[in-house]
């Protein structure tokens, strides 16, 4: 079982910065994939990026592609997503989640998610 625990969230204006953190406990991330995901008020749940923990490589979806970027600290056992350039429409709930499948990209693959952190970045 693999319980996280999201921080960071905040408000913000366009062009500014955030960074989220998502910590494990319970066990540590190793073999996990971890995702980030967001969903807007009306709006389904967006896949943000990945991290595969062992290999530390990233994936992005194309709207944050540039802006956002995916890092671990493997001693804090700690995921973190640092966003740049912040525009309205980035604002959202920001869900870290686990999974060992493939199809990173899908939240329906994904086994454990964390409670959410609200990011609103106003014009």
């Known amino acids: 079982q693999v319980q996280l625990v999201e921080s960071g969230g905040g408000s913000v204006q366009a062009g500014g910065s955030l960074r989220l953190s998502c910590a494990a406990s319970?066990?540590?991330?190793?073999?996990?994939?971890i995702g980030w995901f967001r969903q807007a008020p009306g709006k389904e749940r967006e896949f943000v990026g990945c991290?595969?923990?062992?290999?530390?490589?990233?994936y992005y979806a194309d709207s944050v592609k540039g802006r956002f970027t995916i890092s671990r600290d493997s001693a804090k056992n700690t995921v973190y997503l640092q966003m740049n350039s912040l525009k309205p429409e980035d604002t959202a709930v920001y869900y870290c989640?686990?999974?060992?499948?493939?199809?990173?990209?899908?939240?329906?693959?994904?086994?454990?998610w964390g409670q959410g952190t609200q990011v609103t970045v106003s014009s």
């Open positions: 319970g066990r540590t991330f190793s073999g996990y994939t």
């Open positions: 989640a686990a999974t060992v499948r493939d199809y990173v990209t899908r939240a329906a693959n994904y086994d454990y």
């Open positions: 991290i595969r923990w062992s290999r530390g490589t990233t």
